[in-house]
């Protein structure tokens, strides 16, 4: 028998995949009929910085920590840290 995959969960013990998924959902019933656009970019702008901030307030502000916790490059980190006006 296989070893089961540990699945990851985010603080409410709820797959973060669910909760963006149940936004979204809620996002188009608030459109009530108007035309949606540009959902991809809407949606990586309203998630990057908040997942910036939180990463980097786990790692005490350490650029070189966050940017392994992301799975980034330190610079390209700098460049979205700069552009979100967080450093």
């Known amino acids: 028998m296989a070893p089961k995959k ?3 969960f985010n603080g409410e013990g709820k797959r973060l995949s669910v909760q963006v998924a149940k936004s ?3 996002y188009f019933r608030e459109l009530d009929g108007e035309k ?3 959902i ?3 949606v990586l702008k309203e998630v990057e910085q908040p997942l910036l ?6 790692c005490n502000g350490n650029q ?3 940017s392994q916790v992301l799975g980034l490059n330190r610079g390209t980190l700098r460049t979205k840290l700069k552009d979100y006006n967080l450093i």
């Not at 901030?53 to 786990?58: A, G, L």
């Open 6 to 8: 540990k699945k990851k």
């Open 24 to 26: 979204m959902q809620k």
């Open 36 to 38: 949606a656009t540009n």
């Open 40 to 42: 991809y970019h809407m």
């Open 53 to 58: 901030e939180t990463v980097m307030k786990e």
């Open 64 to 66: 070189t920590l966050a």
